[in-house]
């Protein structure tokens, strides 16, 4: 556990120098075009790999996005929409719309305890050490630069978990060392039934229509 938790801390060090840089929302706000295509329409479902909903991304940590955007640009997660999307944006792009979506957290805040997840999903995220990083309400990660996962769609995180298993697929895939550590340790049928507690809980984040923005 204190393994995991060092290097834990060595990823989002590194992930939080990303956002050092100036962020500007009103920036943001006018960059956000090839978002709310996907991002921006209440129940949006995407096709590839499979059938899921978009994440939502209103109110998610501003750090996680860029450093997410990077990991798509530098093809170490691999999807190729976010990828053609994540390549035509600077820096100051990311870090901009990163910082607009980030001050869409939904309000009030999510309290600090959640309902208790049943036996059998309990065990699965004691093995899992889901908290050690997510924060034990998952809404408040040790790091921004790790996601806010409360309330997010169960079948996007299921997707989203079974891609750190993927290997050597040209467009599947996301490399994380930690996250594929203990991703691994599942069976899909697992991971499943962690993507459905940790969306049935309370969380910050939201899915807010374009007409809504402006």
Same mark, same amino acid.
């Given at each position: 556990?204190?393994?995991?938790?060092?290097?834990?801390?060595?990823?989002?060090?590194?992930?939080?120098?990303?956002?050092?840089? #100036?962020?500007?929302?009103? +920036?943001?706000?006018?960059?956000?075009?090839? /978002? !709310?295509? %996907? @991002? *921006?329409?209440?129940?949006?479902?995407?096709?590839?790999?499979?059938?899921?909903?978009?994440?939502?991304?209103?109110?998610?940590?501003?750090?996680?996005?860029?450093?997410?955007?990077?990991?798509?640009?530098?093809?170490?997660?691999?999807?190729?929409?976010?990828?053609?999307?994540?390549?035509?944006?600077?820096?100051?792009?990311?870090?901009?719309?990163?910082?607009?979506?980030?001050?869409?957290?939904?309000?009030?805040?999510?309290?600090?305890?959640?309902?208790? #997840?049943?036996?059998?999903? +309990?065990?699965?995220?004691?093995?899992?050490? /889901? !908290?050690? %990083? @997510? *924060?034990?309400?998952?809404?408040?990660?040790?790091?921004?630069?790790?996601?806010?996962?409360?309330?997010?769609?169960?079948?996007?995180?299921?997707?989203?978990?079974?891609?750190?298993?993927?290997?050597?697929?040209?467009?599947?895939?996301?490399?994380?060392?930690?996250?594929?550590?203990?991703?691994?340790?599942?069976?899909?049928?697992?991971?499943?039934?962690?993507?459905?507690?940790?969306?049935?809980?309370?969380?910050?984040?939201?899915?807010?229509?374009?007409?809504?923005?402006?």
């Amino acid at each position: 556990m204190k393994k995991l938790l060092q290097i834990s801390i060595t990823l989002a060090a590194l992930f939080g120098a990303a956002s050092a840089q #100036a962020q500007d929302v009103k +920036a943001g706000e006018k960059k956000i075009a090839m /978002c !709310i295509g %996907c @991002h *921006g329409i209440p129940g949006y479902q995407a096709s590839f790999p499979e059938i899921h909903k978009v994440p939502m991304i209103a109110g998610q940590n501003a750090k996680y996005i860029v450093a997410s955007l990077q990991a798509y640009a530098k093809g170490e997660r691999k999807h190729p929409t976010m990828r053609g999307i994540a390549t035509s944006m600077s820096e100051q792009d990311m870090l901009d719309v990163a910082a607009f979506y980030e001050q869409q957290a939904k309000k009030p805040a999510v309290p600090e305890s959640v309902p208790a #997840a049943p036996a059998n999903v +309990a065990e699965l995220l004691t093995k899992g050490a /889901c !908290i050690s %990083c @997510h *924060g034990v309400n998952f809404s408040k990660p040790i790091d921004p630069a790790y996601p806010k996962i409360a309330g997010q769609h169960a079948d996007y995180l299921t997707v989203a978990l079974k891609s750190y298993k993927t290997e050597k697929n040209a467009n599947i895939g996301r490399s994380n060392g930690v996250m594929a550590g203990q991703v691994k340790q599942f069976s899909n049928a697992e991971l499943k039934a962690i993507s459905g507690y940790i969306a049935s809980l309370p969380g910050e984040l939201a899915t807010v229509p374009q007409g809504k923005m402006r």
